[in-house]
T-cell receptor, first 112, second 114 residues
Framework: KQEVTQIPAALSVPEGENLVLNCSFTDSAIYNLQWFRQDPGKGLTSLLLIQSSQREQTSGRLNASLDKSSGRSTLYIAASQPGDSATYLCAGGGTSGSRLTFGEGTQLTVNP | GAVVSQHPSWVICKSGTSVKIECRSLDFQATTMFWYRQFPKQSLMLMATSNEGSKATYEQGVEKDKFLINHASLTLSTLTVTSAHPEDSSFYIC??????????FGDGTRLSIL
């Protein structure tokens, strides 16, 4: 059974700082790894999806990496902005189109 | 991009009533829909997976007679919380996918049972 853990649970940084969010998973037979953003009281916004055959994905100021052998993924946010404040969730997918197992999230606050 | 609409976004009702939540894929045909529940300060927990035209597959610990799921078409799935009680108060989120494509999530429904 896949288990996903995120560290830290909460993070507060000043605006402009580069930061890294960590995600670890127990089952290396992961099909894909997704990073989501969730604003308070809202649903999920997909940020990046890394297939098991890939090592990283980039979108704007975001870069996500995947290391299956160590069971880790990181989300790097460059030049953080107050608008980046949200909860960031990572989720591991089993076979294609199947269930996602979510971590408990990192609550990020970027202070102006 | 793919859009999933969830309705209502917020509902308050008395204990003992039943509540229906709709999940629609607006611009694609969803062969699979997923229902998640999220308690405050916690992550999303999968409740059930439904394939169009088939009975839903429930996760361990989720009562299928209490959380009725219908996926009668490729664009609509419903979750009915029967005889809801305060402990059922939560944030319910659906997602939809087509074949091997990633899941697309709705905006969630906040359910408050008084």
């Amino acid at each position: 059974k896949q288990e996903v853990t995120q560290i830290p649970a909460a993070l507060s940084v000043p605006e402009g700082e580069n930061l890294v969010l960590n995600c670890s998973f127990t089952d290396s037979a992961i099909y894909n790894l997704q990073w989501f953003r969730q604003d308070p009281g809202k649903g999920l916004t997909s940020l990046l999806l890394i297939q098991s055959s890939q090592r990283e994905q980039t979108s704007g100021r975001l870069n996500a990496s995947l290391d299956k052998s160590s069971g880790r993924s990181t989300l790097y946010i460059a030049a953080s902005q107050p608008g980046d404040s949200a909860t960031y969730l990572c989720a591991g997918g089993g076979t294609s189109g199947s269930r996602l197992t979510f971590g408990e999230g990192t609550q990020l606050t970027v202070n102006p | 991009g793919a859009v999933v609409s969830q309705h209502p976004s917020w509902v308050i009702c008395k204990s003992g009533t039943s509540v229906k939540i709709e999940c629609r894929s607006l611009d694609f045909q969803a062969t699979t829909m997923f229902w998640y529940r999220q308690f405050p300060k916690q992550s999303l927990m999968l409740m059930a997976t439904s394939n169009e035209g088939s009975k839903a597959t429930y996760e361990q610990g989720v009562e299928k007679d209490k959380f009725l799921i219908n996926h009668a078409s490729l664009t609509l799935s419903t979750l009915t919380v029967t005889s809801a009680h305060p402990e059922d108060s939560s944030f319910y989120i659906c997602s939809a996918s087509r074949g091997n494509q990633p899941q697309h999530f709705g905006d969630g429904t906040r359910l408050s049972i008084l």
